[in-house]
C-alpha cells in the first residue's frame, strides 16, 4: 500500500513538471510569436508598395531630414541653373528668373532687379547672348541654422564670335519652409550674394 501511494506521489511529480515544461515551452513559443510580429510590422511600415502599370513595385520610405543635405545642396544648385541659364528671348529669361525667385528671398530679387535696371538682359537680347551655368560643387554646414550653403559654378557667356568662362562662387543661407510645387525641397535662401566672378578664359568659336 506504502508502495502504492508512493508510485502516486512520484506520478504526481512527474505531471507537474512535464505540465510546468509545457507552460514554459508555450510561453517560449508565444513571446516569439509576439517579437516576430512586432520586427515583421516594423519592417512593413518601412516600406510602401507603387503599382506601375500593372507591376507591383517596393520602395523603402526613410526619415525626411536623413536626406535634407542633399536636398538642400539640389536647392542651392536649381536655383543657380534657373537664375543664370539665360537665352536671348525675354520670355524665357523672365519665365527662369521667375521659377529661381521663388527658391530665394529677396536678396536674389535686388540682384535681378539691379541687372535688369543696368541693361543687362537688353544686353543679351540685342547682341543674341547666351549664358548658361554648370555648378561643380555646393558645400552645405547642416550643424547650424539657418545651414549655410557655398556654390562654385563655371558660367559660359556664348557671344557669335567668342565663349567666355567664368569661375562663380557665391554663398547663402537656407530656412526651412513648406514645400510647394514651386518649392519642393522646402528651403528658402536668404542672404544671397556673389563672392566671386571672374573671367578664366575667352575662346574663339
Given at each position: 500500500?506504502?508502495?502504492?501511494?508512493?508510485?502516486?506521489?512520484s506520478?504526481?511529480?512527474?505531471?507537474?513538471?512535464?505540465?510546468?515544461l509545457?507552460?514554459l515551452?508555450?510561453?517560449?513559443?508565444?513571446?516569439?510569436?509576439?517579437?516576430a510580429?512586432?520586427?515583421?510590422?516594423?519592417?512593413?511600415?518601412?516600406?510602401?508598395?507603387?503599382?506601375?502599370?500593372?507591376?507591383?513595385?517596393?520602395?523603402?520610405?526613410?526619415?525626411?531630414?536623413?536626406?535634407?543635405?542633399?536636398?538642400?545642396?539640389?536647392?542651392?544648385?536649381?536655383?543657380h541653373?534657373?537664375?543664370?541659364?539665360?537665352d536671348?528671348?525675354?520670355?524665357?529669361?523672365?519665365?527662369?528668373?521667375?521659377?529661381?525667385?521663388?527658391?530665394?528671398?529677396?536678396?536674389?530679387?535686388?540682384?535681378?532687379?539691379?541687372?535688369?535696371e543696368?541693361?543687362?538682359?537688353?544686353?543679351l537680347?540685342?547682341?543674341?547672348?547666351?549664358?548658361?551655368?554648370?555648378v561643380?560643387?555646393?558645400?552645405t554646414?547642416a550643424?547650424?541654422y539657418?545651414y549655410?550653403?557655398?556654390?562654385y559654378?563655371?558660367?559660359?557667356?556664348?557671344?557669335?564670335?567668342?565663349?567666355?568662362?567664368?569661375r562663380f562662387?557665391?554663398?547663402?543661407?537656407?530656412?526651412?519652409?513648406?514645400?510647394?510645387?514651386?518649392?519642393?525641397?522646402?528651403?528658402?535662401?536668404?542672404?544671397?550674394?556673389?563672392?566671386?566672378?571672374?573671367?578664366?578664359?575667352?575662346?574663339?568659336?
Amino acid at each position: 500500500m506504502f508502495r502504492s501511494l508512493k508510485n502516486i506521489d512520484s506520478a504526481y511529480q512527474q505531471i507537474k513538471t512535464l505540465a510546468l515544461l509545457f507552460m514554459l515551452l508555450c510561453f517560449s513559443v508565444a513571446a516569439y510569436a509576439i517579437y516576430a510580429a512586432r520586427q515583421t510590422a516594423t519592417e512593413a511600415q518601412g516600406r510602401i508598395y507603387v503599382l506601375d502599370q500593372g507591376t507591383l513595385l517596393g520602395a523603402v520610405s526613410h526619415n525626411v531630414k536623413d536626406n535634407r543635405p542633399v536636398e538642400a545642396r539640389h536647392h542651392v544648385q536649381r536655383f543657380h541653373e534657373l537664375f543664370f541659364t539665360l537665352d536671348p528671348d525675354a520670355k524665357a529669361i523672365e519665365h527662369n528668373v521667375k521659377q529661381a525667385l521663388f527658391l530665394a528671398d529677396g536678396s536674389a530679387q535686388r540682384a535681378y532687379d539691379n541687372m535688369r535696371e543696368n541693361g543687362y538682359y537688353n544686353d543679351l537680347i540685342q547682341a543674341n547672348i547666351s549664358q548658361d551655368i554648370r555648378v561643380d560643387s555646393v558645400s552645405t554646414n547642416a550643424t547650424v541654422y539657418p545651414y549655410y550653403a557655398r556654390c562654385y559654378a563655371q558660367q559660359r557667356i556664348i557671344r557669335a564670335s567668342t565663349v567666355t568662362t567664368r569661375r562663380f562662387v557665391s554663398e547663402c543661407y537656407l530656412r526651412d519652409v513648406s514645400r510647394s510645387a514651386n518649392n519642393p525641397h522646402g528651403f528658402l535662401m536668404e542672404r544671397w550674394r556673389a563672392v566671386e566672378n571672374i573671367d578664366l578664359r575667352t575662346e574663339r568659336r
